[in-house]
């Protein structure tokens, strides 16, 4: 997949003059950066191939969204973000979100197979996963019900003043939910201190954008509510942390809402479910030899004196934490079941 860097909406004639986003650049990463990088992106790789595994082994029932090839976004817009001061919002393809966020591997796993060890109690599973300790706020199995969620989210860190940024993920398909317009309204509106991350995959379901969407330069999308877009090469993980950095200092300076596009492409089909037969093989070993955001970091890492020898051990302890992981949540046992009865309501009405 041909790389594009990143542009602004900006020079649209149409466009009234005011106050843009400077262009962002690439970060500037050091060595221990970019090997925290790699380690994290690796991590989330050789975690969901297990999950993929267990799911064939039919240990994780229900759906389950994969984000191979998609790990430079969420590590790299992640990584300019504060635990527990920035809140995290996504949608169903949520597992490489939350280990970006630092949560604990066997957790989530024993959340995949249903344990009472997961983070969720084993009652959400892929979909529904939660954590307020890290302001991680779901996983959510409607197509775009996350976008309104995140601006409420966005909505409270302005009214209790805690200078929290709420970043908001949702993919190219839910870009054309009516809800998320609604959002995008309110937030300009508000000024509310978030920051609209589309994760364009390019074939939402099965359908590439192109077909779904009249305007698919999607970075666009805020323009008729005055929220400026930034459109991102997602397969880079510094070019996602240099816009993370943009598009932070505008929203932490109160100047509202912003909107990333971020370029990406998934490797598997849209769920484990999904043979994938609207793209050729050829079309996904083309972007995976071109763009693949761990190899990107490598050949990074390779400039600066590390060789593959001593990336080694990086992937044997990534692939031990991953297995203990799956241990776990192969061993933890079921939630009882007068369990289904907790937590249903917040409190007494």
Known sequence: MAKSPARTAQSDPQIPNRERPAEPQRYEASKEELLDFYKQMLLIRRFEEK???LYGLGLIGGFCHLYIGQEAVAVGLQSALEVGKDSVITGYRDHGHMLAYGIDPKVIM???TGRAAGISKGKGGSMHMFSTEHRF??????VGAQVSLGAGLAFKHKYAG???VCMAYFGDGAANQGQVYEAFNMAELWKLPIIFVIENNQYAMGTSVNR???EDQLYKRGESFRIPGIQVDGMDVLACRGAAEEALAWVRAGKGPIILEMKTYRYRGHSMSDPAKYRSRDEV???RDKSDPIEAVKRELEKLGVTEADLKPLEQEI???VGEAADFAENAPEPEAPELYTEVL???Y
């Open 51 to 53: 999950a993929g595994q």
């Open 110 to 112: 024993a959340e995949l």
């Open 137 to 142: 706020y779901g996983g959510h199995g409607i």
């Open 162 to 164: 805690d200078g929290g």
């Open 212 to 214: 779904a969407s009249s």
């Open 285 to 287: 070993q083309s972007v």
């Open 319 to 321: 692939r031990k934490v």
């Open 346 to 348: 917040v409190e007494t």
